[in-house]
């Protein structure tokens, strides 16, 4: 983005500038162009750094990284679909067949070339035969661009389609790496677009808090509320809307049901979804309904609210997500050694989970630097055994030279906080 003094900053980490989603001549907005080819870009450069000669991409995040091309998320991850990243070359995508290839031809002109795509999964006794087809058409790509005797990395593993490329005499190893490493630092105009997303569910949740969110109503109606706001807006997908009452929110049940919200509960909702330009919204708000926090339920909230500012407070360029995870509350997370996903925190982008995740069970061990333009949801739990309610939050957040500026801004619960 263009710098100015008066800015005193850069204007992607400065959260209350926000573009609208509408293009005109007189703003530079966000620029989709430069977003292609600077995600281009960064591919590539992953690519160099793990000595891949090309990556086969078969998840729907990663294809529309490379590629630009999104047409909606039934098919992302179903394998009917697939992208060849070969270097030194344009990416090419292998589109369904019919209307599917047409308007990724039409939508899509920065792209040099469209392919049938063949859909070998759940295809039966023809699996072997189709698989072998998908293969030959990935293997033709990357004989076509001298490529096809180095290391070609894919993203996903299915034994079929690793079994079938094997034999078209591909050397296939892992290339989630480049592609998690490419995604996790985000460019200037991702930045714009988890903006816009962040403005839109500060939006939703004070909606819920304000309007939806009333004794009588059920959970299934405020999810209902948000998804519509949302769609609205023009987000291109509501993932989940967690909203979780009462008794609901001890032990934590992270969906919404039928109960009905009752004057005195604990309200714990959860955005996520993918606003207009592609980029993920995740995060939580907890609040009282019609009633006044009690001293317990003000000390769980502090418990909360403290330990996810401690934890966010530990970001900055060149800290690690051991600095981070070192102020999560023990909790499940070491006791099993495994990730609760409640004192936690991920990157965000195209998905909801990508790039870096930070949990007691292992980034204390093994430490991952965090770096400009991560971009991060942060999310703390204050659960115990017999409570009869409790707490979850959540902010996002964008790693800067300077430490960290939040791009989540709705208001938390002053009067949880003693204010």
């Keep these: 983005m263009t710098q100015h003094p008066f800015l005193a900053g850069l204007h992607e980490h400065q959260p209350r500038r926000v573009f609208s989603t509408s293009g005109t001549d007189w703003q530079g907005r966000v620029n989709f162009d430069r977003l292609r080819r600077e995600r281009l870009g960064r591919a590539r450069e992953m690519m160099e750094k793990h000595d891949l000669g090309a990556l086969i991409l078969f998840v729907g995040e990663n294809v529309r990284y490379v590629t630009g091309v999104y047409q909606g998320n039934w098919k992302n991850n179903i394998f009917i679909r697939y992208a060849v990243l070969p270097r030194g070359k344009d990416p090419v995508l292998f589109e369904t067949v019919g209307s599917d290839m047409i308007c990724a031809q039409i939508d899509a002109p920065w792209l040099h070339e469209v392919r049938p795509a063949i859909t070998w999964k759940w295809s039966e006794g023809a699996e072997p035969e189709m698989a072998t087809r998908m293969a030959a058409s990935i293997a033709d790509v990357l004989r076509e661009a001298g490529v096809h005797k180095e290391q070609i990395g894919i993203d996903i593993m299915d034994m079929v389609a690793y079994q079938a490329l094997t034999k078209q005499g591909l050397n296939i190893v892992n290339g989630w790496p480049a592609m998690s490493q490419a995604r996790v630092v985000k460019t200037v105009d991702e930045l714009e677009c988890h903006k816009i997303a962040a403005a839109h569910g500060d939006a939703a949740m004070w909606m819920a808090k304000h309007e939806w969110a009333k004794p009588g109503v059920r959970e299934a109606e405020v999810c209902a509320k948000v998804n519509e706001y949302l769609y ?188």
């Design 232 to 419: 609205r807006s023009g987000f291109d997908f509501v993932y989940d809307i967690i909203v979780a009452s009462g008794g609901n929110t001890s032990p934590y049940r992270r969906w919404h049901t039928d109960k009905i919200i009752r004057q005195g509960d604990l309200m714990i909702i959860d955005i996520n979804a993918v606003g207009p330009g592609g980029y993920f919204i995740d995060f939580v708000r907890c609040w009282k309904v019609a009633a006044k926090p009690t001293p317990k339920e003000r000390a769980l909230y502090r418990e909360c609210y403290d330990s996810l500012y401690a934890a966010i407070h530990a970001v900055k360029a060149g800290a690690t997500s051991a600095d981070v995870a070192k102020h999560f509350p023990e909790y499940d997370d070491d006791k099993y050694g495994s990730v609760s996903l409640q004192q936690f925190a991920h990157s965000i982008g195209l998905s909801l989970y990508e790039g870096m995740w930070i949990s007691r069970a292992y980034s204390l061990k093994y430490p991952a630097e965090l770096k400009p333009n991560m971009y991060f949801a942060i999310e703390t739990f204050a659960g115990h055994p017999g409570l009869e309610q409790t707490v979850r939050l959540e902010e996002n957040l964008v790693v800067t030279d300077k430490g960290y500026e939040i791009f989540t801004l709705c208001e938390h619960a002053d009067d949880m906080l003693g204010a």
